[in-house]
């Protein structure tokens, strides 16, 4: 069956079985490898994308139900410099290896959207679903936070 | 990790999704969230040859107050069941419990009812609040009390053509309060033990409706009749809680496994019944 989405705001379509994962479809049909596949039983959130900006984990969705929807992926965080919450885990070593990364600055991305500057739990609550296997997640939590810090800087320097 | 290969029918509208799945009989299963129904199909444990997908039908996702109770619709998620202003303490306490949050953006709390996982959170909670589920077919609606639902293990009583549209809260008639209680090894594991508490007091103070119902510790999702029946009619004290949380304990068959021993479960199921019970009339008296 066709599938048509828009991901990181380019109109891309294929032709898929029925029983095609999103997951597969975004890093096979689309060649958009920067979404891992971890533990492929929904546990590990390292396959989290957004779709219509919500996270949800794309080993456990089939890409039709993506059909006319938008989707974003990290390859899609960077718009000529990278966006503050890469340039955050870049700063704070929000990553060691690497694999859980994708996951969870979308995850954060997420949470900034609705609450720039978010506590230690709220970001531990909103990563909860995410496992870093390097266990690195107090500069994990420190990324997102310094991104919140730097979004609502930018925010109210534009209103000023 | 693939499925078995299916065919698929994005339905656009309610009567289409039931004209087909009248249609398919037992080869149709509903796709909602997908977030038990896929893993369990890369799993090969189940196998359905047709999926019906009701995601893209509107107005399926209302969660609003309708005649004396809350209405959940077959879409609302339970992400959206966190976020709604949810007058029943026992099912706002076990909505952020549910599964993770990215899980719970997709999951569906009518999907997870149908489901019938006996470590699943919401039929404990439905069981304890004595819910209703609305299964519509093709022919009509069928409202069927939560305890006829619950069938057996993974089993529900919807017949061939039905899907579950609604599920039904009711309100507190007086003072009400409710909790939900959980142990999990990490946030998105199964249950080790949960324990959903239910209290409606009348005007006097006594106990005039008791929910009890446990997770995880039985092949179903089980009510614990014998400790609702010493706590309805009696003004809470801790002594009677105390009596309560020995039943619900002896309600309790749980099997040892990674998660713990049985022993500890049980012992578990009666910790968390007394604080529940405390903390739900906590809430009724606020």
Redesign the interface.
């Known amino acids: 069956?066709e599938v048509n989405v828009t991901i990181n705001g380019a109109a891309r379509t294929a032709e898929v079985?029925?029983?095609t994962?999103l997951v597969d479809f975004i890093r096979t049909n689309l060649s958009l490898t920067g979404t891992h596949i971890g533990c492929?039983?929904?546990?590990c959130?390292v396959c989290?994308v957004l779709l219509d900006g919500?996270?949800?984990?794309s080993c456990?969705?089939?890409a039709?139900?993506a059909?006319g929807h938008e989707i974003q992926t990290v390859e899609g965080l960077k718009n000529g410099e990278l966006h503050p919450i890469q340039a955050a885990f870049k700063e704070e070593h929000g990553l060691q290896c690497g694999f859980c990364t994708p996951g969870m600055m979308l995850?954060g991305k997420a949470l900034l959207e609705e609450n720039l500057n978010p506590t230690d739990d709220e970001v531990r609550?909103?990563i909860?679903?995410?496992l870093c296997r390097c266990t690195g997640y107090m500069n994990i939590v420190k990324a997102i936070q310094t991104a919140g810090a730097e979004l609502s800087a930018a925010e109210s320097g534009a209103t000023a | 990790m693939y499925p078995a290969a299916f065919e698929v029918t994005k339905a656009r509208t309610l009567d289409e999704a039931l004209a087909k799945l009248a249609d398919l009989g037992d080869d149709g299963r509903v796709l909602a969230g997908g977030q038990s129904l896929i893993p369990m199909m890369k799993l090969r444990v189940a196998a359905p040859t047709h999926l019906v997908d009701i995601n893209e039908i509107p107005d399926l996702d209302g969660i609003k107050q309708v005649n004396g109770h809350m209405s959940v619709g077959a879409l609302a998620r339970h992400a959206d069941v966190v976020r709604a202003d949810v007058a029943n303490h026992t099912v706002a306490a076990a909505a952020p419990w549910v599964a993770d949050p990215v899980v719970r953006n997709r999951g569906t709390m009518c999907g997870s009812i149908a489901h019938c996982d006996p470590e699943g959170d919401w039929n404990s909670v439905m069981l304890a609040v004595r819910a209703q589920v609305v299964a519509t077919s093709s022919s009509g609606e069928r409202v069927i009390p939560i305890d006829e639902f619950v069938k057996d293990f993974f089993t529900n009583s919807l017949q061939e053509g039905e899907m579950v549209t609604e599920v039904r809260v009711p309100n507190y008639a007086g003072a009400g309060g409710g909790d939900y209680l959980k142990l999990e090894r990490k946030i998105g594991d199964y249950a080790t033990v949960a324990v959903a508490i239910h209290l409606d007091l009348a005007g006097d103070g006594t106990i005039a409706q008791a929910g009890v119902a446990l997770t995880a510790v039985n092949h179903v999702n089980t009510r614990a009749s014998d400790a609702e029946a010493i706590l309805v009619g009696n003004a809470p004290s801790e002594e009677l809680f105390a009596a309560a949380a020995d039943a619900a304990a002896a309600a309790a068959d749980p099997v040892s496994d990674i998660r713990g021993p049985a022993e500890y479960k049980r012992d578990v199921v009666r910790v968390f019944t007394r604080r529940g019970l405390a903390s739900a009339l906590a809430k009724a008296q606020d």
Not at chain 1, 40 to 43: A, C, L, R
Not at chain 1, 54 to 57: D, S
């Open positions: 069956m079985e029925a029983r994962l492929d039983t929904t546990s959130g989290t919500t996270p949800v984990k456990t969705m089939f039709f139900q059909d995850v609550w909103a909860s679903g995410n």
